[in-house]
């Protein structure tokens, strides 16, 4: 079933409400609230059950209601219930979704109704039968969108990728249409953009009221159908709504909360009224919030700028809207269905345990031979199936700790400890949470496992996020304890304790030569992962890319009795489906003596016309200004530390960012990994300034 032109409008009336009505009630700062590209498939799937786009609004409304209920009865919690396996895989059962139902007519091929693992069974059909005319747009739209996390020019990169696709796409297809007149003949067949034009643009309706605004149909209220498709939207906005706020609160520049109970009413609220005209419903998108901080936004203007912006482009613009091909739109789609079910996807889930990626696998097969709420409730059991097996606990104690979990908090001398017995998974979390309302700011809180069975994935990851909540938010601190006689099957901290550890994996070849390297210079070296980063974020390059960790740490003492290490970290530019993947070695070297807080980058055009927008650039010296650009807030004592000789130094040496955050520098080169002449290099860097940081004297000597 094709979706009517009133559809295809659908999320240009999302974005506008999440622009000019979500803005104020939500609670967000620098998110951008609009329609979702992983309610794509769920749509399609809705229409085909409830037989029109009439009865689909009256469902996105009712989803709207218990959205806002959930939020203003503060039920954000239950969300914690999901186990977060079952969550990703829900997520990458979604990108399937997307990505099989897309790509035929971004070949210009046209299939009939069909389930999902069918339609990825006919990918090889559409290629061999594809448009070419309409197949180049679209394979020149996907290889934009996948090579611009990779340019590093700062111009390029400034400007997101579907803009770059579009400046290509539309004179792509009018050169197709006039120069060629619009068909092509290859091997003895002829193609013609006539014959799939309906695959190609999309009209506007040129009367608003009679046909562009579309209201609900409630006459299928009454039936299970109708329900099962309103869970179905409730369910995947609710948790995308979650999921993407505490996304973005990680990478927002001043690091602020997001009300989650409230953000969820909001949505709730904007999607009832999105769906009365017509509209998706409406959630914060992850992939265009991230491009909002990137590109320097730090308060809810943005969004509403986001919204007015394209109601006046709808407005004013139509004639040349109607200019974009399909093709390159369904590039998109597939672009972000195979950012949900990447390769990355399951191997991140691999690395947190061969359970946390069965879980996942199971709840994306179930998703596609389904639906999405079956799906859900058989990763859930699944789930529950594998926790029995590892906990190795008869069946009907197991269920007891699970029905009944055990949290004593009780208050000794100075701190609160908290034992926990039993069971402890995803299940037990909405209980915890109330326990731990009760412990007071500028508190200690133990937490206790050492009497505890099982503690899965989902328990520790909200035990290390509520901990780190409550430093930062209330002054508290927090620890773990009792974990140290559990046995995992992952390096991850937040792997399921229970059974051994699994053998250590053998180093690779770079591995032995950085191990090679290190004790070959006196120096310590650690191959394993390490998720403790939080040292790391307080540094203004991390503010808003966020580490997932580290690896092949070395470490040694410089002459000047500073302390350095050195490692290979993985982190994220943007979040979630949005997030662009970087494997960087870097430099952090610890000093004794007081520095001030400052940025240094080599000066290009573009750091330069930005510097003269926003004005953070700081005055040195006129040679020195000319090569590099210095920001930070003392701008005095900033001045004062780059002396003539330091800044003569790094003219020399002008390969390196550099940055200053409480005393320690963070030096790199690359977003790549470094080899071992690089490293060598980059450390003998590292010694000579630190004798120029701290005034003391440094012999230069060759590195082996």
Not at 219 to 240: R, Y
Not at 486 to 507: C, D, F, N, R, V
Not at 549 to 569: F, H, Q, S
Request: with cysteine.
């Amino acid at each position: 079933m094709g979706l009517p032109s009133q559809a295809l409008l659908a999320g240009i009336f999302a974005a506008v409400i999440g622009g000019v009505f979500t803005t104020f009630v939500r609670s967000g700062n620098v998110s951008i609230n609009g329609p979702s590209p992983a309610l794509i498939g769920i749509v399609v799937t809705g229409m085909i059950a409830l037989g029109s786009w009439e009865y689909m609004l009256a469902a996105f409304v009712c989803a709207g209601i218990l959205q806002a209920l959930f939020g203003l009865f503060k039920l954000g919690g239950l969300a914690d219930f999901i186990p977060s396996s079952v969550v990703q895989g829900m997520m990458a059962a979604i990108g399937v979704i997307i990505l099989a139902g897309q790509i035929h007519p971004g070949l210009g091929v046209q299939i009939g109704a069909m389930n999902d693992f069918d339609k990825l069974l006919a990918v090889p059909s559409s290629l061999a039968n594809m448009n070419p005319l309409i197949a180049i747009i679209f394979f020149n739209s996907l290889i934009i969108l996948a090579v611009h996390p990779h340019v590093t020019n700062k111009f390029i990169k400034y400007v997101p990728a579907p803009i770059w696709l579009l400046l290509f796409a539309v004179p792509l297809y009018m050169l197709f249409e006039r120069l060629l007149d619009g068909h092509i003949t290859l091997f003895g067949k002829e193609h013609t953009l006539d014959s799939a034009k309906d695959l190609i643009n999309f009209e506007l309706p040129r009367d608003i009221v009679n046909d562009l605004l579309v209201f609900p149909d409630f006459d299928k209220i009454d039936s299970l159908g109708f329900w099962l498709v309103v869970l179905s939207v409730f369910l995947v906005s609710t948790i995308e709504t979650l999921g993407s706020a505490k996304a973005i609160d990680k990478i927002d520049p001043l690091k602020r909360k997001t009300n989650l109970n409230r953000d969820v009413a909001a949505m709730g609220l904007s999607t009832i009224l999105s769906g009365f005209i017509g509209g998706l419903p409406v959630i914060a998108v992850i992939a265009r919030s991230s491009v909002n901080i990137n590109h320097g936004a730090k308060t809810r203007l943005s969004n509403l700028v986001h919204g007015v912006l394209i109601l006046l482009f709808m407005s004013l613009l139509s004639e040349y809207i109607k200019m974009v091909p399909k093709a390159a739109l369904m590039a998109i789609l597939v672009f972000t269905g195979y950012k949900l079910a990447s390769p990355k996807v399951f191997k991140d889930a691999s690395l947190k345990g061969y359970e946390q990626f069965l879980i996942l696998v199971v709840t994306l097969v179930a998703t596609l031979l389904t639906d999405l709420n079956k799906g859900i409730l058989i990763g859930i059991l699944f789930t529950v199936v594998i926790h029995l097996v590892r906990s190795h606990l008869p069946a009907n104690l197991f269920f007891k700790y699970v029905a009944k979990p055990y949290f004593r908090l009780s208050e000794i001398d100075d701190h609160y400890h908290l034992k926990v017995k039993g069971v402890a998974n995803f299940s037990s979390i909405l209980k915890l949470r109330k326990t731990l309302a009760k412990v007071p700011p500028n508190n200690q809180l133990v937490f206790d496992f050492s009497r505890t069975r099982l503690v899965d994935f989902s328990m520790l990851e909200f035990v290390n996020n509520w901990g780190k909540d409550y430093r930062t938010d209330y002054g508290g601190s927090f620890e773990i304890i009792g974990l140290d006689e559990h046995l995992t099957t992952s390096e991850h901290p937040y792997g399921i304790h229970a059974l051994p550890q699994s053998a250590a994996k053998p180093l690779s070849k770079r591995q032995h030569e950085l191990k090679e390297f290190s004790f070959g210079n006196g120096w310590t070296f650690e191959p394993k992962l390490d998720w403790n980063i939080d040292y790391l974020t307080t540094n203004t390059f991390f503010e808003t890319r966020p580490i997932e960790y580290l690896k092949n740490r070395m470490e040694g003492t410089l002459p000047c009795n500073a302390k350095w290490e050195l490692v290979d970290i993985t982190f994220d530019e943007g979040a979630l489906m949005a997030a662009e993947v970087h494997n960087m070695t870097m430099l952090l070297i610890d000093f004794n003596t007081p520095i001030p807080d400052f940025e240094l980058d080599k000066e290009r055009l573009f750091n330069r016309l930005l510097d003269y927008a926003v004005k953070e650039d700081i005055d040195l010296a006129e040679d020195f200004d000319t090569k590099f650009s210095v920001k930070g807030r003392d701008k005095t004592a900033i001045k004062n530390f780059f002396t003539p000789e330091l800044r003569q130094f790094i003219k020399e040496n002008d390969k390196y960012h550099i940055e200053s955050t409480d005393s320690a520098i963070l030096v790199f080169r690359y977003f790549r990994v470094m080899s071992i002449s690089e490293i060598q290099e980059l450390l003998k860097f590292g010694e000579q300034l630190t004798g120029y940081f701290q005034k003391c004297v440094v012999t230069p000597k060759n590195t082996p």
